[in-house]
């Protein structure tokens, strides 16, 4: 089990992802500002791990405005809220767990132990989320075959959620049936997810991984080195169009092409119903000097310009099926996608 997140003494602490795999540091919490950072910096990262830092986040900014008063105003509640919903657009989990604290605000507002109800709920958010990580894991384990050759995009692991992970997760309980699996972890620039995170998370658990230039991937399924990808989400749409790091739509599109199926593991707080298609979808644009230096060393000239999409949208055409706490979705997506929400 990796410590990632964990909550003492009204202070949340996270484990500093920037700095794995070298270092482990630990960043302390205790203001909303604290949490704020945490998410935009990329202190934490991955949907379902950013939904569960706001939710806790949460807790900490109705205990600042607490402070010297009684009752709080709906619009200072709210307040709390956007400032957490304007940190990082694309993980539809953000405005989920948020959501799911406010009702619980508004539910119990006059209870004079309302923070302790607020961080219950929190914890409740956190722990569902490595239940239903392992739950679908064990059903998309049942999607891989003895010797497959798996390739993954980004950290959709442990790290990514509250623990356990989702792709990753499927992976770890195919292996946990003694099914021998070979995963082949793109680097994804410009952050390393999958070479400093990925490829961590699945040594540590001795399963045999690989890591590939994310400029790779045509060359392996052309080779016929790939019998299945799996890749997480950060927002599926109600068609079934879905946002994960950058670089999954080329992936997904090579994956067609060479008959390969490709499966994203996610859990139903990562679908959003209320969006028809992808086209929907806010795409984070983060600073373009991310992808000018690589661990503060530049590699461009100073005045070169660069443009950095956090995500991008693949077609729910090049999607086999979705694996879910509650099941796998085949198609129609759209008929299966609605069903999760009645
Ligand atoms: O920018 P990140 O690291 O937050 O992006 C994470 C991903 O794109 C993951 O693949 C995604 O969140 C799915 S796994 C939780």
């Known amino acids: 089990m990796i410590d990632h997140i964990y909550w003492k003494n009204d202070t949340l602490f996270l484990l500093d992802q920037r700095m794995l795999p070298f270092k482990k540091v630990y960043v302390r919490c205790n203001t909303l500002k604290d949490i704020r950072d945490a998410i935009k910096n990329m202190i934490i990262r991955g949907a379902p ?31 709390v809220s956007e400032q957490l ?22 539910k119990y507002k006059a209870s004079h132990n309302i923070l302790e109800v607020l961080l219950n709920e929190a914890i409740n958010i956190h722990v569902e989320d490595i239940e239903n990580n392992r739950m679908l894991s064990l059903f998309g384990a049942e999607l891989i ?16 959620m509250g623990g356990y992970g989702t792709a990753l997760g499927v992976i770890k309980a195919a292996c946990e049936a003694k099914k021998k699996i070979k995963v082949f972890a793109t680097e994804t620039r410009p952050y390393f997810q999958g070479a400093r995170l990925t490829a961590w998370e699945l040594y540590r658990e001795g399963i045999d991984v690989e890591v590939v230039p994310d400029n790779h991937v045509g060359i392996l399924c052309y080779k016929g080195l790939i019998d299945k990808v799996i890749v997480g989400a950060d927002r599926i749409a109600l068609n079934g169009d879905t946002a994960n790091k ?74 086999s099926g ?6 796998i979705i085949k198609r129609p997506f759209k008929k299966y996608i609605k069903m999760l929400f009645t």
């Not at 304007?86 to 953000?94: E, F």
């Not at 075959?145 to 990514?160: F, Q, Y």
Request: charged content about 25%.
């Open 49 to 79: 791990l950013i939904g569960i830092v706001a939710a806790y986040g949460f807790v900490i900014g109705i205990k600042e405005l607490l402070k010297n008063k009684r009752a709080l105003k709906i619009t200072e509640v709210k307040r």
């Open 85 to 106: 919903l304007q940190t990082r657009p694309t993980a539809v989990n953000l405005s989920w767990a948020i959501n799911r604290m406010e009702n619980t605000f508004n």
């Open 145 to 160: 075959s003895d010797g497959d050759r798996i390739l993954t995009h980004c950290n959709a692991g442990a790290l990514a």
């Open 246 to 319: 950058v670089g999954t739509y080329m992936i997904a599109l090579c994956a067609h092409k060479h008959n390969i199926p490709f499966y994203v593991a996610a859990p139903v707080s990562t679908f959003d119903p209320e969006l028809k298609d992808g086209s929907l979808i806010p795409i984070e644009e983060r600073n373009g000097n991310e992808v000018k230096h690589f661990k503060n060393i530049p590699i461009t000239l100073k005045n070169i310009k660069a443009r950095y999409y956090s995500f991008d949208v693949t077609d729910h055409r090049y999607i």
């Open 322 to 327: 979705f694996i879910t706490e509650k099941g």
